[in-house]
């Protein structure tokens, strides 16, 4: 079973919050501007959740770990990859939470 994206956002939060690692600034992109001191990145302990949650981990974030994850579970497994991600991103595309893998 693949995570939800609800429930891979609030792990991946935590996960952030707990190591404070650097993150590409949501006020500049990483860019840089002052609330990053013209640095592009800032620890993850300097955002909110919420900003965390709209701007760091989005669903693209989600969409582009998921599929990582499954080409390296094919790649084990000798499975078809695109006999794997096909539901995955069917059910996406479709606006659902949580794929079941086979």
């Given at each position: 079973?693949?995570?939800?994206?609800?429930?891979?956002?609030?792990?991946?939060?935590?996960?952030?919050m707990?190591?404070?690692?650097?993150?590409?600034?949501?006020?500049?992109?990483?860019?840089g501007?002052?609330?990053?001191?013209?640095?592009g990145?800032?620890q993850?302990?300097?955002?909110?959740?919420?900003e965390?949650?709209?701007?760091?981990?989005?669903?693209?974030?989600?969409?582009n770990?998921v599929?990582?994850?499954?080409?390296?579970?094919?790649?084990y497994?000798?499975e078809?990859?695109?006999?794997?991600?096909g539901?995955?991103i069917?059910?996406?595309?479709?606006?659902?939470?949580?794929?079941?893998?086979?």
């Open positions: 079973m693949i995570q939800s994206y609800e429930d891979w956002q609030i792990k991946s939060c935590a996960d952030l707990d190591s404070n690692a650097e993150v590409e600034c949501p006020a500049c992109k990483g860019w501007c002052d609330e990053c001191d013209f640095d990145d800032i993850a302990r300097d955002l909110t959740e919420a965390i949650c709209n701007w760091i981990l989005t669903k693209r974030v989600y969409f770990e599929i990582a994850d499954l080409k390296k579970l094919c790649l497994t000798r078809d990859f695109l006999g794997v991600v539901p995955f069917q059910n996406q595309c479709s606006g659902g939470g949580a794929t079941v893998w086979r």
